[in-house]
């Protein structure tokens, strides 16, 4: 299993500690539907607000070297993250978002 995958699994028990533990230091996630660009406490702040008592279900996961994309659904939204992998930990990522708030 990779980082993105424990990322998610991390998400949907809402592991906090967990999630943190996947990202290299100074990753960034890009969220272009929003035009954010979210250091980490800031990407897991808005996964508290945002995944809060809402299902975390990952539909499927594609990896090929250090890239990895991941389809997820958070309650009614469905978003796909793109993935860079470096020395096995998230050194960035964009994850796009259609729906309700993800």
Known sequence: MNAAERLWR??????????????????????????????????IAARREGAAD???????????????????HVGDARGVGLYDLHDGLISGAV????GERA
């Open 54 to 72: 809402r299902p975390v279900e990952v539909a499927r996961v594609v990896s090929e070297g250090r890239s990895v994309v991941v389809e997820a």
């Open 95 to 98: 994850e796009y978002w259609v």
């Open 10 to 43: 991390g998400l949907a028990a809402r592991d906090w500690d967990a999630v943190r533990s996947q990202f290299r230091a100074g990753a960034v996630v890009e969220w272009p539907h929003t035009g954010e660009r979210l250091k980490l406490e800031d990407y």
